[in-house]
């Protein structure tokens, strides 16, 4: 019993098996969270929320560190860089609403980038974060593969980004609905870019449950924003640091 005790230790320990299981295991959990947002769509079963929830359940089952589990799925988070590569097709997509209302876009993109920035910065301020944990904390509010990369940029740690953004995406599509009710906008490119830039991923998931137009926005200025900060992230390094 204790030889075999000893080779599935062995076994689960290989780098390989390790790898593929919690790989797969990644994978599964979020098409399993997929299908029960599609049958019940309520915002605590977001996948954003349920496939984590399930992957640290059975990682404290497991005895799993965060450290076991990302050496297993780095590959899935490294996937993240050239996946990027597809938000250039909303872009070409909305091109000629882009050229219609530049002007709005523009001015909407930046007030909602500076809010998400500063309520970021005075929030760390307030509970006295240290500094890692507040250049972490400012990129939140642009989706994961812009906000880790912003977040090297200006010496914040990717991975705790990525949380962040996770649970900033999450509450803002939770909310973003109600709030939208009561305020006096109306119109399909304000509600769809409210979401994109308040909640990036999560908020266009949202967008395109209230309509299409304002999914179609939202996804628009969610690539837009991240590509924005990623862009102008080597001036905010010099700003804070």
């Known amino acids: ?9 062995t076994f ?16 599964a959990f979020y098409l399993l969270a997929k299908r029960l947002y599609r049958r019940w769509p309520r915002w605590w079963l977001m996948p954003l929320a349920v496939a984590p929830a399930l992957l640290m359940i059975a990682a404290l089952a497991l005895h799993e560190s965060y450290g076991d589990y990302i050496r297993g799925t780095g590959w899935l988070v490294g996937m993240l860089g050239p996946a990027t590569v597809a938000f250039a097709v909303p872009i070409y997509e909305q091109r000629r609403l882009i050229r219609r209302h530049w002007p709005l876009l523009l001015a909407g993109m930046t007030v909602g980038s500076i809010t998400a920035v500063a309520s970021s910065w005075g929030l ?3 509970f006295d974060l240290d500094a890692a944990l507040r250049l972490s904390l400012l990129p939140r509010s642009i989706s994961t593969p812009f906000a880790m990369e912003m977040a ?6 990717p991975d705790l980004t990525a949380v962040f953004v996770v649970i900033t995406g999450v509450f803002g599509a939770a909310t973003g609905e109600i709030v939208l009710a009561r305020l006096p906008l109306r119109s399909a490119l304000a509600r769809g870019a409210s979401l994109g830039v308040a909640a990036h991923g999560a908020g266009t998931a949202q967008a395109h449950r209230i309509g299409q137009t304002e999914g179609a926005i939202a996804g628009l200025t969610m690539v837009l924003v991240g590509l ?14």
């Open 124 to 126: 760390a301020w307030l």
């Open 228 to 241: 924005m900060n990623v862009s102008l992230a080597p001036i905010l390094a010099r700003m804070v640091n």
């Open 12 to 27: 689960w320990t290989a780098p390989l098996v390790h790898a593929a299981a919690w790989s797969l295991a990644t994978i």
């Open 152 to 157: 090297g940029e200006i010496g914040g740690i």
């Open 1 to 9: 019993m204790l030889l075999q005790a000893e080779w599935v230790k």
